[in-house]
């Protein structure tokens, strides 16, 4: 793992590998399984996910909830929020998922 750090020392990258390693022959067999790099605004949020697959962008609003996620292969999601900073809405290509909630903004409903 190695992190990746600006002159205020705040986090603003991290990486993880994941691998074998065998040393019982000449070649000494190798393989990466994964790599995970993660990138922070200077709030902390995580605003990129890279692995083997491609990059993740996550996308906050001025108050840092996300609101945004657009995936490696071009799909998206979106999210609204309501003034309790509950999440009223996902929606992407296909599909609208909404939420609804009581007094004490405990969850009471999710539409698809």
Request: some cysteine; hydrophobic content about 25%; proline content about 1%.
């Amino acid at each position: 793992m190695s992190t990746t750090i600006d002159r205020d020392f705040n986090l603003t990258g991290l990486t993880t590998v994941m691998g074998e390693y065998w040393d019982g022959d000449a070649s000494s067999y190798r393989k990466l399984l994964t790599r995970n790099a993660y990138r922070y605004d200077k709030a902390g949020n995580c605003i990129e996910k890279e692995t083997m697959e491609g990059k993740t962008g996550f996308v906050y609003d001025s108050l840092y909830q996300l609101t945004g996620v657009n995936y490696p292969n071009g799909s998206q999601e979106h999210y609204t929020y309501d003034k309790a900073d509950n999440r009223l809405t996902m929606t992407t290509d296909t599909l609208l998922e909404t939420y609804a909630y009581d007094g004490a903004n405990r969850l009471t409903e999710r539409s698809i």
